[in-house]
């Protein structure tokens, strides 16, 4: 049976939470346990290392991973508690989970994560850039130098450290999975900076395919393209009334849930997605346009 799914309207009586968000803070909660997944061994043997995991998208995607047999480190900034509980899903399907906290702002902080996932498990075959930061604001004139630095040092200076962390480790088969926003496309308003980094991502994912396809003995990198996503940045990031409202604006009436996403990056981690580098995956419940 198809599980329920929020609408837009069930979010009218939303409030916002403190940033950073906390899931457990949150009124409705992202269905990220992935209880209707069939998992297929598809990424056994394997290791993964997930940056920005201690909730949201990077939390339903380290449950994916371990159901399909990889084992999982998960890089987190700020929510021990968040990150601690994500452990606890992943080891309670059986998984293997290795909690780092760290800054992907800061290169050594990459380094470091790369450097105990090896010294944990081994060895490393994915790597998923998915930390990321925004905050809503409505007037570019109001856009703060120290936001603009700090969404930029997360969402992309960020993703270029972890790649240049993890590639000495990754060979032929391995692969970089990068998420990007479908209003890395479209635009926001209200999200000047953050768009403008996801729309880099793109055009990060799809220069170093090229730069990776041979150089690199087959690497492959792709990007997962999310829509609205009920994640704890929403209410913690986005002005009230469009959280209230949250996924209006998409074709199928409703947001995405954390669960939704993370087989499209299960995918994109295995060998079933051995032909396909520099794709812009979209997920995104057919959010078409830049209306907000």
Same mark, same amino acid.
């Given at each position: 049976?198809?599980?329920?799914?929020?609408?837009?309207?069930?979010?009218?009586?939303?409030?916002? /939470?403190?940033?950073?968000?906390?899931?457990?803070? #949150?009124? +409705?909660?992202?269905?990220?346990?992935?209880?209707?997944?069939? %998992? %297929?061994?598809?990424?056994?043997?394997?290791?993964?290392?997930?940056?920005?995991?201690?909730?949201?998208?990077?939390?339903?995607? =380290?449950?994916?991973? =371990?159901?399909?047999? !990889?084992?999982?480190? +998960?890089?987190?900034? !700020?929510?021990?508690?968040?990150?601690?509980?994500?452990?606890? #899903?992943?080891?309670?399907?059986?998984?293997?989970?290795?909690?780092?906290?760290?800054?992907?702002?800061?290169?050594?902080?990459?380094?470091?994560?790369?450097?105990?996932?090896?010294?944990?498990?081994?060895?490393?075959?994915?790597?998923?850039?998915?930390? %990321?930061?925004?905050?809503?604001?409505?007037? /570019?004139?109001? $856009?703060?130098?120290?936001? /603009?630095?700090?969404?930029?040092?997360?969402?992309?200076?960020?993703?270029?450290?972890?790649?240049?962390?993890?590639?000495?480790?990754?060979?032929?088969?391995? =692969?970089?999975?990068?998420?990007?926003? /479908? @209003?890395?496309?479209?635009?926001?308003? #209200?999200?000047?900076?953050?768009?403008?980094?996801?729309?880099?991502?793109?055009? $990060?994912?799809?220069?170093?395919?090229?730069?990776?396809?041979?150089?690199?003995?087959?690497?492959?990198?792709?990007?997962?393209?999310?829509?609205?996503?009920?994640?704890?940045?929403?209410?913690?990031?986005?002005?009230?009334?469009?959280?209230?409202?949250?996924?209006?604006? @998409? !074709?199928?009436?409703?947001?995405?849930?954390?669960?939704?996403? !993370?087989?499209?990056? @299960?995918?994109?981690?295995?060998?079933?997605?051995?032909?396909?580098?520099?794709?812009?995956?979209?997920?995104?419940?057919?959010?078409?346009?830049?209306?907000?």
């Amino acid at each position: 049976m198809t599980k329920v799914r929020p609408t837009s309207d069930d979010f009218k009586n939303e409030q916002k /939470i403190p940033y950073p968000g906390k899931q457990r803070a #949150m009124g +409705i909660q992202p269905q990220s346990d992935l209880s209707d997944y069939k %998992a %297929a061994g598809k990424l056994e043997g394997k290791v993964a290392l997930i940056t920005g995991a201690d909730s949201g998208i990077g939390r339903a995607v =380290a449950i994916a991973f =371990a159901l399909e047999g !990889a084992k999982v480190a +998960i890089l987190f900034n !700020a929510n021990v508690e968040d990150a601690e509980e994500t452990q606890r #899903m992943v080891e309670k399907r059986g998984g293997e989970c290795l909690l780092i906290q760290g800054d992907v702002r800061r290169k050594h902080s990459c380094d470091d994560a790369v450097k105990a996932t090896l010294e944990h498990f081994g060895k490393l075959n994915v790597l998923v850039n998915n930390a %990321a930061y925004q905050m809503a604001v409505s007037d /570019i004139l109001q $856009l703060e130098e120290e936001q /603009i630095r700090r969404t930029f040092d997360t969402n992309i200076l960020g993703y270029i450290f972890m790649i240049q962390a993890a590639l000495p480790h990754l060979h032929s088969g391995d =692969a970089i999975i990068n998420t990007g926003s /479908i @209003v890395g496309e479209t635009g926001n308003e #209200m999200l000047i900076d953050y768009t403008a980094t996801k729309g880099a991502i793109h055009a $990060l994912t799809k220069s170093l395919a090229l730069q990776f396809g041979k150089a690199q003995n087959g690497i492959r990198v792709n990007a997962v393209l999310p829509g609205p996503v009920w994640t704890p940045n929403i209410p913690a990031t986005m002005p009230l009334e469009e959280v209230q409202k949250f996924g209006h604006e @998409v !074709a199928l009436g409703r947001p995405g849930q954390p669960e939704e996403l !993370a087989p499209a990056y @299960v995918f994109l981690a295995s060998d079933d997605s051995s032909f396909v580098t520099g794709s812009l995956l979209h997920v995104t419940g057919g959010k078409l346009s830049s209306d907000s």
